[in-house]
């Protein structure tokens, strides 16, 4: 019998999970992966902690090393860039991006894992010296060697989502002045409520970075190197810009094959399965269902891409899918500085965009029992549910602390997962033990503050 031909694009989260499992589920199959970076493959979420010498060396900073894949039976070739699909012939166009020669490689079946790509922001000066970008492998080791160029003296980063508050804190530490830009109001303001949001702000602040929110960047200026930002408001000084102001999907190439939305993500249906027959889509470059939103929506999230590899390998030779892909909450996690906090489901700030009634809890809190001293680690904790009105199903939620309570965002996510109400949690039986918490877990008095019960 014939191996099934299966051939996947992109060898990041999806790629490698798809890979993986279907080499570990199934003996019947041809694998090949094709890759069009020269590296194989960089963790850009670990980027922070390569910069600060945090990790084993950078080509570890790694999903996987391609012998990974090789010693279980798998192909897989980097710098092979696949760049057309020919869906009456089943076959892709693969283009050696070294030898500059091309093929047509059959399959049966297709894994779509494009991705994403860092966005050069559509003003003048992005290609002037030391701007740059903040993702990926080569500008991981540039970025790195500019920490400790005493020449440059300015940073200023462009984006104040998870990757821009990355490079903020990385260089502020290494003694940099660092100016923080976003047109938005708020820094993490698409992650986080206003009430966490000015924590982070003040956080910032205290630590060195400048923070320039609805600002409106108009170029980058300098002689070959840069030397300034300008916005709409002034003239910043800057030896070096890093530009992490969003991503755009990596689908041009499908473009009049395969269905796109009008932002150019990929148009999936409750199958992960594309318009094309036996051509399935995963990762960054798709709307998956959120489970809270009750419709597709953007959770470009290392663990969703494997979630849903991980349903396509399961059903990718049904001839009629038993099962649909039930969704994704989209949960994650950072610190800045000495602040750490996680977040689940949607926010304000994305129940808004998906149309999604909200109401939204803040409660703070101590850990701890009032007889536990500050000093002895008793601080505050900020936590938000955020709930359906009608239903109180939680939809929800963050907690942020100087004490890394980031676990408690797990427990929120599956609330949210198996929507679970305010009562539910405010029933919830945690454990107690003042060395950690209070008689009524952190979780409980949230959800029984949402509910307005009497303080504990």
Known sequence: MDKAKVIIVGASHGGHESA??????????????????????????????????????????????????????GKIYNNHQVTAIDVDQKQVTVKDLKEGTEEQVAYDKLILSSGVTPKNLPVPGTDLENVYLMRGYDWATKIKAALTDDSIKNVAVVGSGYIGIEAAEVFAKKGKHVTLFDFIDRPLGNYLNPEMTEIIDKTLTDNGVQVEMSQSITAFKGDGKVASVETKKGSYPADLVIQAAGVQPNTEWLEGVVDLTDRGFINVDGYLRTNVPDVFAVGDAILPLSIPAGKPSPIALATTARREAQ????????????????????????????????????????????????????????????YVPESEGNVRVDVDITFDPHTHIVLGGAV??????????????????????????????????????RQWSLINLAAQHALGYARF
């Open 20 to 73: 993986i499992e279907l080499l570990d589920k199934y003996d019947n199959v041809d694998v090949t992966i094709y890759e069009m970076g020269d590296f194989v493959s960089f963790m850009s979420c670990g980027m922070q902690l390569y910069l600060e010498d945090q990790v084993t060396d950078v080509n570890d900073v790694r999903n996987f090393r391609p012998e990974d894949i090789t010693s279980k039976g």
């Open 311 to 370: 349903y396509v390998v399961n059903h990718i030779f049904e001839k009629k899918p038993t099962q649909i892909f039930k969704g994704v909450v989209g949960s994650s996690a950072l610190h800045v500085f000495d602040e750490h906090f996680a977040s689940t489901g949607v926010n304000e700030f994305t129940a808004e965009r998906s149309n999604v009634e909200i109401v939204n809890s803040h409660y703070v809190d101590h850990i701890r029992p009032a």
């Open 400 to 437: 942020l602390s100087t004490c890394d309570l980031t676990a408690q965002g797990n427990v929120l996510a599956l609330a949210v997962e198996h929507r679970l109400t305010l009562e539910d949690l405010a029933e919830a039986d945690f454990f107690f033990q003042p060395g950690y918490d």
